[in-house]
């Protein structure tokens, strides 16, 4: 069982930036897919990023490449979602997701099994 705890959301101005943790507990972190999803109210839940167990390969959706970062350090049990030149359209609450089964990046929801409880991102214009 892992258990994922997101950490770094907050108000900030356009233009300005913020990093998401998310610390993982359990076993094997090192082994698994994780992922930044992001949802607002009445919206599905829409993938941000990916990377994979050894962070040597990313993904990302179009709207956040060239401003927004996925690492992890293994050591710690730690994924980042570094926020560049933010819009008030990242708005959402952000979430961390983990699978232990899939084998390549992946951008769908029911390919990771372990979610975080979110945390709030507001942009202001």
């Known amino acids: 069982q892992v258990q994922l705890v997101e950490s770094g959301g907050g108000l900030v101005q356009a233009g300005g930036s913020l990093r998401l943790s998310c610390a993982a507990s359990?076993?094997?972190?090192?082994?698994?897919?994780m992922a930044w999803f992001r949802q607002t109210p009445g919206k599905e839940r829409e993938f941000v990023a990916a990377?994979?167990?050894?962070?040597?390969?990313?993904d990302y959706a179009n709207s956040v490449k060239g401003r927004f970062t996925i690492s992890r350090d293994n050591a710690k049990n730690t994924v980042y979602l570094q926020m560049n030149n933010l819009k008030p359209e990242d708005t959402a609450v952000y979430y961390c997701?983990?699978?232990?089964?899939?084998?390549?990046?992946?951008?769908?929801?029911?390919?990771?099994?372990?979610w975080g409880q979110g945390t709030q991102v507001t942009v202001s214009s």
């Open positions: 359990g076993r094997a972190f090192n082994r698994y897919i």
């Open positions: 990377i994979s167990w050894s962070g040597v390969s990313t």
């Open positions: 997701a983990g699978s232990s089964h899939i084998v390549k990046l992946a951008t769908i929801i029911t390919s990771y099994d372990y």
